[in-house]
């Protein structure tokens, strides 16, 4: 097999492959008769581990060692259940990797790896194993957050190059959000409020809320999400509808960010005289940095919005 014709195969470039040829013994192993290199079936059982081992956030000469050492010596089956269990590897890295990640967790750099090379099914599984294995909150926290903004650090640094890295991350993330998330829990009674998420007018940046949503979700509390760019008065209409006992509106961007808008939320009421009750607001997202209005709530992240919702709906 080609160079070319293997790194279509593998969803890598050429140039990958060359490197790891270069650099750690990881390249093609036969001749043609014109002199021309090849792979073979060994070579590319020995590239595809490395691509593997890579993906899951392995750094590249360690993954070349192990991907070479897997196909030579592949270990009896009575042996390998016998074998003791490997290490688990670091929980942080600071290797290069190709997207200026920084200190991220492991897994950060296998997400990377697979979104540059646009790896779907990579993407998908190494997301929903860091839900299952973390949960929502320290997943979306540690693990697609800073993959997310490391990517769109050099999709602004680069002009338009890596659009199509972050448009596949993030719709991938979106796909493990949903998938994760329960089946929609009722209201426990009348007088049981929900939460209710909304983009503010304009807004169309929604993964934080879905995020947010799945979290709600897997703690069985009741939670309606409108989604992107919901309109004030249908806005309006929906926490009129639900009396909802809390109100999440995320802004992105501090030019759709509106005082006035949480203000007005705040400031609604449902019920009959004498025991009429409205909800509380919590502003989410990087677009709320100016002072926010008198009693509204902004939490730091997260975690704090699932603490702070999961009381306000216990008191209804």
Not at 69 to 85: F, I, L
Not at 200 to 220: N, Q
């Amino acid at each position: 097999m080609t160079t070319g014709v293997l790194a279509r195969r593998l969803g890598v470039s050429p140039t990958t492959l060359r490197s790891w040829d270069r650099r750690y013994g990881i390249g093609p192993t036969a001749r043609t008769e014109g002199g021309h290199r090849r792979w073979t079936v060994a070579d590319v059982a020995t590239v595809e581990e490395m691509c593997r081992l890579t993906a899951t956030g392995v750094p590249p000469a360690d993954a070349a060692h192990a991907a070479r050492t897997a196909v030579a010596a592949p270990p009896p089956a009575a042996e390998a259940a016998a074998a003791p269990p490997l290490p688990p590897p670091a929980r942080r890295s600071r290797a290069a990797g190709a997207l200026p990640l920084g200190d991220v967790r492991q897994e950060c750099r296998g997400l990377a790896r697979a979104a540059v090379r646009l790896d779907a099914p990579a993407l998908e599984e190494q997301l929903a194993a860091a839900v299952e294995r973390h949960g929502v909150v320290v997943a979306w926290q540690e693990i697609m957050v800073p993959t997310l903004h490391a990517v769109g650090r050099r999709w602004a640094s680069s002009g338009d190059q890596y659009v199509e890295v972050e448009h596949l991350l993030a719709w991938h993330v979106s796909t493990v959000l949903r998938r994760s998330t329960p089946p929609a829990t009722p209201v426990a009674s009348p007088a049981a409020g929900c939460a209710l998420l909304a983009c503010v007018p304009g807004e169309r940046h929604t993964l934080a809320l879905e995020a947010l949503h799945a979290a709600l979700g897997r703690e069985g509390l009741p939670v309606r999400m409108l989604g992107a760019a919901v309109p004030v008065e249908a806005l309006d209409a929906a926490v009129r509808r639900l009396g909802p006992a809390a109100v999440v509106l995320w802004a992105q961007e501090s030019a759709r960010a509106a005082p006035a808008l949480a203000r007005h939320v705040a400031g609604l009421r449902w019920g009959m005289k004498g025991t009429r009750r409205g909800p509380a607001v919590l502003l989410g997202g990087p677009g709320w940095s100016r002072p926010r209005p008198a009693g509204v709530v902004r939490p730091a992240g997260l975690a704090q919005a699932v603490e702070a919702l999961r009381a306000l709906c216990a008191a209804g």
